[in-house]
T-cell receptor
Framework: NAGVTQTPKFQVLKTGQSMTLQCAQD?????MSWYRQDPGMGLRLIHY???????DQGEVPNGYNVSRSTTEDFPLRLLSAAPSQTSVYFC???????????FGQGTRLTVV | GENVEQHPSTLSVQEGDSAVIKCTYS??????FPWYKQELGKRPQLIID?????GEKKDQRIAVTLNKTAKHFSLHITETQPEDSAVFFC???????????FGTGTSLTVIP
């Protein structure tokens, strides 16, 4: 049982490049979400999903897309990276009926 | 939407002393208030939580109090130890339970 796994752990992108941050969980959790963590700003919700095929926007969705084709996977796509997207990204999952969020180990993204 | 404020942003205490971190929230619909601890370079992990029908909850050296009328809740750590040094985040959530609004974090340093 690996929990929530994020790949890659580190990534450097050039402005305008695209990439996908991967998130997978093996706990059969219905709820998954993406947060970004910036100094002095805590964790801010980007997008979330309550189940396969269902996604919605969080506090800071601009510049990011998500999809949820399976229960296990919840990738985050940056279509055209900008320096403002330099951050640490965390994926989290929650079992339906529970309230404890399990976080992945994070992806540190730098956009130059 | 919900707005969670957290104070102080940094806190240094001597080993054995107590530490208190305070949060306020804005949305009266919020009814679940978790606290997450993030050690340096690691993922956030749940340490304690409280629901709106409870005023106080304790787990060994940590306790959380909630004042629904004033919309504030606090984390209390007694007999602090160096291994308590970390960043602590408060959060608020409504009945949906899968969208968390986090505070900006408190960096706690326990000085041996």
């Amino acid at each position: 049982n690996a929990g929530v796994t994020q790949t890659p752990k580190f990534q450097v992108l050039k402005t305008g490049q695209s990439m996908t941050l991967q998130c997978a969980q093996d706990m059969n959790h219905e709820y998954m979400s993406w947060y970004r963590q910036d100094p002095g700003m805590g964790l801010r919700l980007i997008h979330y999903s309550v189940g396969a095929g269902i996604t919605d926007q969080g506090e800071v969705p601009n510049g990011y897309n998500v999809s949820r084709s399976t229960t296990e996977d919840f990738p985050l796509r940056l279509l055209s990276a900008a320096p403002s997207q330099t951050s640490v990204y965390f994926c989290a999952s929650i079992r339906q009926g529970s309230t404890e969020a399990f976080f992945g180990q994070g992806t540190r993204l730098t956009v130059v | 939407g919900e707005n969670v404020e957290q104070h102080p942003s940094t806190l240094s205490v001597q080993e054995g002393d107590s530490a208190v971190i305070k949060c306020t929230y804005s949305d009266s619909a919020s009814n679940y208030f978790p606290w997450y601890k993030q050690e340096l370079g690691k993922r956030p992990q749940l340490i304690i939580d409280i629901r709106s029908n409870v005023g106080e909850k304790k787990d060994q050296r940590i306790a959380v109090t909630l004042n629904k009328t004033a919309k504030h809740f606090s984390l209390h750590i007694t007999e602090t130890q160096p291994e308590d040094s970390a960043v602590f985040f408060c959060a608020a959530s409504s009945n949906t339970g899968n969208q968390f609004y986090f505070g900006t974090g408190t960096s706690l340093t326990v000085i041996p």
